[in-house]
């Protein structure tokens, strides 16, 4: 079999996959260790008995619907490129989102952030590649994912993220600039857990009581305790959550509150500000 030949195999993905093309080349990629430049350019190129085989194997278990980065182990986030299992969440472009409106609400060089169900360190990890200044504590209460987050963190090489252990606020001391998170935000009666690439993730990840604003509403809460006054709390949720959000933070008693929209077009972050607001002054000191 040569690279064209099993680019052709994408056919056998069409019912399950929204890019599978894209799947194959990922697939390719990771079996010869090569670039997608190198997939097209080398179309004649022979696979070896056992790399053919270990793509085989790859492509049933991707029509089985398992994801690709579980297939290949890793997966591009920002910059980096991340080492992902199947005991967190997969990075989504989306959430990359996020991590624009973070660096967008605290433009200075030195802040405190906490990143609150770490797992992966996605966010944690792209913020502090942006700002070395950034001390980030990077917090998820599943050891695994602890582990996960730390090999990313060593790997990468970012000494300005401390990776812990812990439930939301459990391990966490001190006053924040910034409070970033991603938590679980989906109604356990939501019919597309049993869809995509969902079905391989941890439930834990996954979904939140109270319609999935549970977990939300808890770190909102808490969260007061632990930001400097002026300080944001930033959260990614549901399509459809952003005036729950909103609402649930004016309640708190959080002011400049908004929201965003991801790269589909969806209000998927929400945000707001504890206190008084920053002045521009103080700002430019703080730069």
Known sequence: MNITEAQACAAQLSSGSDSPAADVELLLCHILGCSRTFLFTHREHLLTEQQQAQFEQLIRRRIDGEPVAHLTGSRGFWTLDLEVNATTLIPRPDTECLVEKALELIPV???????????????????????PGWEIVAVDC??????????NRQRIGLDNVTVAE????????????????????????D??????????????ALVAEDKG????????????????????????HGYDQANAVQRL?????????ESAQDYGGNDRITWGQWGHPVKEGNKQNAE
Not at 166 to 186: A, C, K, Q, T
Not at 213 to 236: C, K, N, Q, T, Y
Not at 249 to 257: F, M, P, R, V
């Open 109 to 131: 060089s030195v802040a405190r952030v906490l990143d609150l169900g770490t797992g992966t360190g996605a966010i944690a990890l792209a913020l502090a590649s942006e700002q």
């Open 142 to 151: 599943v050891a695994e994912a602890v582990s996960l987050a730390e090999s």
């Open 166 to 189: 812990g439930s939301w606020f459990e391990p966490v001391s001190g006053m924040f600039d910034l409070i970033v998170s991603n938590p679980p935000y989906i109604d356990p009666q």
């Open 191 to 204: 019919p597309h857990l049993g869809q995509g690439d969902v079905r391989f993730e941890p439930l834990s």
């Open 213 to 236: 604003l549970a977990d939300i509403r808890h770190i909102a809460s808490e969260a007061r305790r632990f930001l400097v006054d002026g300080g944001r709390l930033l959260f990614e």
């Open 249 to 257: 933070l004016a309640d708190l008693g959080y002011n400049d509150i």
